[in-house]
């Protein structure tokens, strides 16, 4: 073939867009408020392969793997990578979910539910809610700016296909999870107790006056007490909503330090 007709491509450039367009592909697979269904997939697609061509020119470059094997490695561990930091903003807004379903179950609008779009399932109105308390607050404070930023520049200077899924990553990852039911005990427990006590002193009600038909007065005293200590937390928990999410880029590098730590040697043995 002659020269003039001899294509010139820049496999190195046209692989790293491809690798971000796939770490992004992740990103915009779990992060709170976007990746979900409700924004629909040929959008989030579009968006990835925006973010990915910006991404391309901030002087990152990836090397063309020798094989079709480490290729496919180096997609697996770039979306891994990119789906682990939009799960850290989403644990946080789970506990919430999570937080309104107990919540919900207690104050007897157990059987109110709604479609939830993040996972498919049909949840209680009130989680429902409370999710989309979370996700505003996680989107009014440019939480989604943190994670975005991550995946285009992640901290340390981690280049691409260098993530590793190890045994670190995996511990961090149910320290989140232990975290979530942790916050949502923290935030469903005022209610909780608020009932508890209810329900005793209309036991106590019973037990002196017999007349009172308790089982009329104890559904929406339940739901009134529990939706005005709800609506009375809510400032308190936004600003301590406020602060999870800041913690975001701070959970994303200690993810990035385990997945690009060297394995330690094995004990020597005698």
């Known amino acids: 073939m002659p020269e003039s007709f001899a294509l010139n491509i820049d496999w190195s450039g046209l692989w790293t867009w491809f690798l971000f367009f796939v770490r992004f592909g992740g990103v915009l697979s779990s992060l709170p408020g976007i990746g979900t269904e409700e924004v629909p997939m040929t959008t989030r697609v579009s968006l990835s392969m925006i973010l990915s061509a910006i991404s391309a020119f901030t002087g990152i470059h990836a090397a063309v793997p020798d094989?079709?094997?480490?290729?496919?490695?180096?997609?697996?561990?770039?979306?891994?990578?990119?789906?682990?930091i939009g799960a850290v903003p989403f644990y946080i807004v789970a506990s919430l979910a999570v937080a309104g379903q107990v919540t919900a179950a207690t104050i007897g609008l157990g059987q109110a539910t709604m479609i939830d779009p993040s996972i498919g399932e049909p949840v209680s109105v009130l989680s429902r809610f409370q999710s989309f308390v979370a996700?505003?607050?996680?989107?009014?404070?440019?939480?989604?700016?943190?994670?975005?930023?991550?995946?285009?520049?992640?901290?340390?200077?981690?280049?691409?296909?260098?993530?590793r899924p190890n045994a670190d990553v995996a511990m961090i990852l149910v320290e989140r999870m232990s975290h979530t039911f942790e916050l949502a005990v923290t935030i469903s427990g005022p209610i909780l107790v608020a009932v508890l006590l209810a329900q005793f002193?209309?036991?106590?009600?019973?037990?002196?006056?017999?007349?009172?038909?308790v089982f009329i007065i104890s559904l929406p005293l339940t739901i009134g007490l529990g939706m005005f200590i709800l609506g009375g937390t809510l400032p308190t928990f936004r600003d301590h909503f406020i602060r999870e999410f800041n913690a975001t880029e701070e959970i994303i590098g200690k993810i990035v330090g385990a997945g690009t730590r060297p394995p330690a040697d094995p004990p020597q043995t005698p």
Not at 67 to 84: D, K, N
Not at 137 to 163: K, Q, S, T, W
């Open 67 to 84: 094989s079709a094997l480490a290729g496919a490695g180096m997609l697996a561990v770039e979306f891994i990578y990119g789906y682990l």
């Open 135 to 163: 996700v505003s607050v996680f989107l009014a404070i440019d939480g989604h700016h943190a994670v975005l930023r991550a995946a285009m520049e992640p901290p340390g200077g981690m280049g691409l296909g260098v993530f």
């Open 201 to 213: 002193v209309l036991g106590l009600l019973t037990k002196f006056v017999p007349q009172v038909n």
